[in-house]
């Protein structure tokens, strides 16, 4: 008989119906021994009811990263280096945080960089200064179209520390994040092809 058959077989019979009999300890979490995979990373802007941290390491983002980003969608690709010069007119130019929310939900944010023409915005540069921010302190973003930025709100004192996936490191969350299509490699990639009228 295996040692998990002999546990089993060593248990009391229980009234089934007894809510004593049925509550688990306080450290149930510690006994189930199980660990959360990560299968899924996003590439997107915190939600407006989102609290978020940035990673204050430099060694979790990335800039300048070049990405086509679908705002009808509300899809991002990156675009690998070598096609930059052939997609210039659909790509921006961003810097990659990676980001926590208070739930534990690791995502990837690529926030606009000042274009090379010197034409900034402010919702381009609060966007920066929230993700800036972020890395210190608990934050949220909200649209303001009247002030034509975002406004940056501060959590109140408190709030735990974010506990990073200390054994994911940035490639492995771009090994998620890129996985389903979302690398531009290639002119023959389906996005260029929608983009250019032959999909």
């Known amino acids: 008989m ?16 007894d809510p004593e009999a049925l509550r688990l300890t306080q450290d149930f979490s510690g006994i189930v021994g199980v660990k959360k995979e990560l299968t899924t990373v996003r590439l997107k802007r915190p939600g407006k009811q989102t609290w978020f941290r940035t990673h204050p390491s430099p060694e979790y983002r990335i800039s300048p990263l070049a990405t ?7 899809e991002c690709y990156v675009v690998a280096p070598p096609l930059v010069p052939e997609l210039t007119n659909e790509i921006t130019f961003v810097t990659l945080y990676t980001v926590i929310d ?17 034409k900034d915005n402010e919702w381009w540069k609060s ?12 934050r949220r973003i909200t649209s303001n179209r009247q002030l034509g930025a975002y406004e940056i709100w501060t959590a109140p004192p408190g709030m735990p520390e ?10 492995d969350l771009l090994k998620v994040g890129l996985g389903p299509g979302y690398l531009v490699d290639s002119l ?4 260029i092809k929608r983009l250019r009228g032959f999909a």
């Open 102 to 118: 208070r739930h534990g939900v690791v995502s990837l944010w690529p926030v606009p960089l000042p274009p090379p023409d010197g």
């Open 2 to 17: 295996t040692e998990s058959k002999s546990k089993l077989a060593s248990v009391p019979s229980l009234d089934p119906f």
């Open 188 to 191: 023959e990639h389906p996005l």
């Open 127 to 138: 966007a920066r200064d929230a993700a800036e921010r972020a890395m210190t302190s608990w």
């Open 162 to 171: 974010p506990e990073w996936p200390e054994d994911k490191t940035l490639r």
């Open 68 to 74: 086509i980003q679908l705002k009808e969608d509300g």
